[in-house]
């Protein structure tokens, strides 16, 4: 049986899922990380690699290191890093997607890949103290002011126009410039932070506290279903992100915004239906109504580090007990404890769906872990223990 304890769940992940994930995603032969796997745990092979996976997987190699003190994880780290040096030298800026050499072979400059590169930087940074590292975030948000900056706010989705123009990528800058303020002490990052929170409050999020997520260029909501689309994990991902931006700058705006998406989120993107797990839900509509009724795991991930804010700066007791039995929810029907991998998607049933496993989800489980071990235990809480086993049950 898995220990959910404090001292269990710090053992689980820096002895089982990091060591395991370095073996199975460090592609030593052709370089760079093996970006997917099969449902069963098989690499599928791919000739080049994308910024993304490779930003995400720096990033948790990296804070692991630092966390753990691991020397594999902190070569791991190396390994990514260097992989995007070797691109950025290679382009001036890194591409979408590249060759090992550095190469592009998707040259498109894209907002959501490059706020990885952003936060796999400043957690690089502070885990070996490279300067290089911040360097490369320096360039990498010089050309995002220089070739995305969108006239209405914001940025453009990438070099290509395209539309509709999404809260995402956003979000994923405001915790890079997070991470690079604590990384650098640099007044620049908490000022980018500052105009991504005050454009969340001005167009992504409604009077009624939920968030948008498709948008036209001057942040109307697109029409149609799209523009109703409400994803539960991503309300709880800016959650947690608005309460560290109070932490960090003392908006006090940035606390209410945070409740009012928190409640939207509790009442309305878990899965109420009677005998059916209650994990969170892949999407509603501004109402409440379920238009998405399956579960991946990264917003079970986004939950859990929502319950630690809201305990953490809300003193909010009910969240405090919801987190461990979320995190053994999240064990029992998602994550093989045995060797690190998991189901990346669930029918509203709880059965898994034959879909791909992304390596970059791993970002989400490891930062969900470390945020949890950070401010574990609630009080009163109890340590559940959840089936060593193979798969969902």
């Not at 780290?77 to 030298?89: C, T």
Request: net charge negative; aromatic share 10%.
């Amino acid at each position: 049986m898995l220990d959910l304890s404090p001292a269990g769940l710090q053992r689980w992940t820096h002895e089982t899922l990091i060591p395991a994930w370095i073996e199975r995603a460090v592609d030593r032969k052709v370089g760079g990380f093996v970006e997917e796997f099969t449902p069963d745990g098989r690499p599928v092979t791919a000739p080049d690699r994308s910024a993304l996976t490779t930003a995400r997987l720096t990033y948790t190699f990296s804070h692991a290191a630092r966390l753990s003190g691991s020397q594999a994880a902190l070569e791991a780290a190396q390994y990514g890093f260097s992989l995007l040096l070797k691109a950025q030298e290679a382009n001036g800026y890194v591409p979408k997607r590249f060759l090992p050499d550095g190469a592009a072979s998707v040259p498109r400059r894209d907002l959501y890949d490059l706020a990885f590169v952003l936060f796999g930087c400043a957690h690089y940074h502070r885990a070996t103290g490279d300067t290089a590292a911040i360097r490369l975030a320096g360039a990498t948000m010089d050309l995002i002011e220089m070739e995305l900056s969108a006239p209405l706010g914001g940025y453009a989705e990438d070099d290509l126009a395209t539309l509709p123009r999404r809260q995402n990528p956003h979000m994923h800058l405001l915790e890079a410039f997070h991470a690079l303020a604590e990384a650098t002490g640099e007044q620049r990052w908490l000022d980018a932070a500052g105009r991504i929170v005050r454009l969340a409050a001005e167009h992504f999020i409604d009077a009624m506290g939920t968030l948008g997520e498709f948008f036209t260029p001057d942040w109307q909501p697109v029409a149609g279903d799209a523009g109703r689309l409400r994803e539960p994990g991503h309300q709880f991902e800016w959650v947690w992100l608005l309460h560290h931006h109070h932490r960090l700058t003392g908006w006090e705006k940035a606390r209410a915004l945070a409740d009012g998406l928190y409640s939207f989120g509790l009442v309305h993107g878990l899965d109420r239906a009677r005998g059916l797990p209650a994990l969170v839900l892949d999407g509603v509509d501004p109402e409440g109504a379920v238009v998405a009724s399956t579960k991946l795991l990264w917003p079970q991930t986004e939950f859990i580090k929502a319950l630690g804010a809201r305990f953490e700066f809300a003193g909010d007791k009910d969240a405090g007990s919801r987190l461990p039995q979320h995190l053994d929810l999240m064990f029992r029907h998602f994550v093989d404890a045995r060797t690190g991998l998991w189901h990346n998607q669930l029918d509203r049933a709880g059965g898994p769906l034959p879909v791909s496993l992304p390596s970059r989800v791993l970002y989400h489980l490891f930062l969900c872990l470390a945020e949890t071990l950070r401010i574990m235990p609630p009080p009163s809480a109890t340590s559940p223990e959840v089936s060593d086993g193979t798969g969902a049950r």
